[in-house]
């Protein structure tokens, strides 16, 4: 993934600290495509800061004309989306499967194989505004890949936190994802599912456990596997998702 990419994605990934960076990156993440035909005046008024304040924040990464990032961010999305293209046709689902096939028990295997959830997480995110993820750090920091992906297709996935003061409160509109493996979150902090609960928003859940009960869709990771496949499956999950948002549901290609 392109380095500024992935330095933007980090900073709006610490939601803790919602500062004039962290709305810059929010914006250039948001209107990614846009900023291509913006002047830096306009990229400017849009985040509602100085002209000088978005120097020293381009400068941060060692950029001092507007031209070259647009140029920068332009040749990333052409080459991760020929990437997306690419390995969207030759991706072989069969090759994890029969990996993971002998590992879990009957149900779990054409749980975690099933394609039909897959396309309903794309069915969501192509009818949501943004997808926001909430759970567990460990989990949310390994979809860096996914958030970069889903990005070059003008989906933005951000990360939330769970403290009061800096929660971003959901709009009626977005995906919610719920990571957390064991629920553990929930102990952290009691109201959460509560709150999601009695949302309106579409949500997904994946861990041991559906947390959020029927109104989630589940993406189960079987509660009995070594930590390097549960890793394996989530990745395999949220890698599936992207090629096959790609394939089937991204409309600017």
């Known amino acids: 993934m392109n380095v500024f990419v992935t330095s933007l994605l980090k900073i709006i ?19 990614y495509y846009d900023v291509f035909e913006m002047t830096l005046q306009e990229i400017a008024d849009a985040c509602y800061v100085s002209v000088s304040t978005l120097n020293r924040f381009f400068r941060i990464f060692g950029f001092k004309k507007i031209s070259i990032i647009k140029d920068l961010m332009q ?20 090759q994890v499967n029969q990996l993971l096939k002998p590992l879990l028990d009957n149900d779990d295997y054409w749980t975690v194989s099933d394609q039909g959830l897959i396309n309903q997480c794309c069915e969501m995110i192509k009818k949501c505004s943004r997808v926001i993820l909430i759970g567990s750090n460990e989990m949310m920091d390994s979809l860096l890949r996914f958030q970069g992906d889903m990005v070059m ?23 919610i994802i719920l990571l957390s493996m064991t629920g553990r979150i929930a102990e952290l902090k009691p109201t959460l599912i509560e709150h999601l609960l ?7 859940c994946v861990g041991y456990k559906n947390f959020l009960c029927e109104k989630a869709l589940f993406l189960k ?24 948002y790609y394939g089937g549901y991204y409309d600017n290609r």
């Open 75 to 94: 040749v990333h999305a052409a080459a991760r989306i020929s990437q997306l293209e690419e390995r969207s046709i030759r991706k072989n689902n069969q």
């Open 13 to 31: 990934n610490n939601p803790d600290i919602q500062d004039t960076n962290y709305n810059i990156a929010y914006y250039l993440l948001l209107h």
């Open 153 to 175: 297709m003008q989906k933005l996935v951000i990360q939330n936190t769970i403290y009061n003061n800096n929660y971003i409160e959901p709009q009626a509109d977005d995906l």
């Open 198 to 204: 009695v949302g309106k928003n579409k949500l997904i």
């Open 221 to 244: 990771i079987p509660s009995y596997l070594d930590e390097t496949l549960e890793n394996m499956i989530l990745d395999n999950y949220f890698q599936n998702i992207a090629y096959c």
